[in-house]
């Protein structure tokens, strides 16, 4: 079973609501990614979570603040966005085994807007 | 220069023809190599990866790996209208984080 789960898988939101992004695993994955992706464009990675510890930020605004809650558990909570916020975001989980091609599976996805 | 590269397509082929796509990558110390596809509105799904130098085969899918040339391709063969998406070559490097091409957008042409 390589299935990532996320919740909710639309979300539209005004600038100033607070509002959280759910991802789910049950694949006794030890790391959880969050990305986001505009249209035609790549996966921008924004967060890694390694054995429950944050491992990677990769410079993202502080109204966007991840939570590891359990090593099958990723949120993102979500205050004061911007509508060019809107986008895909993406989570993903892999072993993060020390070797080995670490291979990421991705869930659906969240698709944003913000108003 | 961008640390992994994609031509750029879009590439359009027949139905049945071999598509070939194609990836560079900057980073020496790059581990694992891998083919995402995505469809039009939806998350990445693996189709293969890559570590050793060579092909590796899986159905209709071939990947091919050269690491001196820090090369790595796709070819699908006998291409269908299903295939028809973007294909993102994404690459595991030495800081153990993945990098992802910009992505070639395939059309299979009935």
């Known amino acids: 079973d390589t299935e990532v789960t996320q919740t909710p898988k639309h979300l539209v939101m005004g600038m100033t609501n607070k509002k959280s992004l759910k991802c789910e695993q049950h694949m006794g994955h030890r790391a959880m990614y969050w990305y986001k992706q505009k249209a035609k464009k790549p996966p921008e990675l924004m967060f890694v979570?390694?054995?429950?510890?944050?491992?990677i930020n990769e410079s993202v605004p502080s109204r966007f603040s991840p939570e590891c809650p359990n090593s099958s558990l990723l949120n993102l909570h979500l205050h004061a966005l911007q509508p060019e916020d809107s986008a895909l975001y993406l989570c993903?989980?892999?072993?993060?085994?020390?070797?080995?091609?670490?291979?990421?599976?991705f869930g659906p996805g969240t698709r944003l807007t913000v108003l | 220069q961008k640390e992994v590269e994609q031509n750029s397509g879009p590439l359009s082929v027949p139905e049945g023809a071999i598509a070939s796509l194609n990836c560079t990558y900057s980073d020496r110390g790059s581990q694992s190599f891998f083919w995402y596809r995505q469809y039009s509105g939806k998350s990445p799904e693996l189709i293969m990866f890559i570590y050793s130098n060579g092909d590796k085969e899986d159905g209709r899918f071939t990947a091919q790996l050269n690491k001196a040339s820090q090369y790595v391709s796709l070819l699908i063969r006998d291409s269908q209208p299903s295939d028809s998406a973007t294909y993102l070559c994404?690459?595991?490097?030495?800081?153990?984080?993945?990098?992802f091409g910009s992505g070639t957008q395939l059309t299979v042409l009935p």
């Open positions: 993903a989980s892999s072993q993060r085994l020390a070797g080995g091609p670490d291979t990421q599976y």
């Open positions: 994404a690459v595991l490097g030495s800081a153990r984080q993945l990098t």
């Open positions: 979570y390694s054995y429950e510890k944050l491992s």
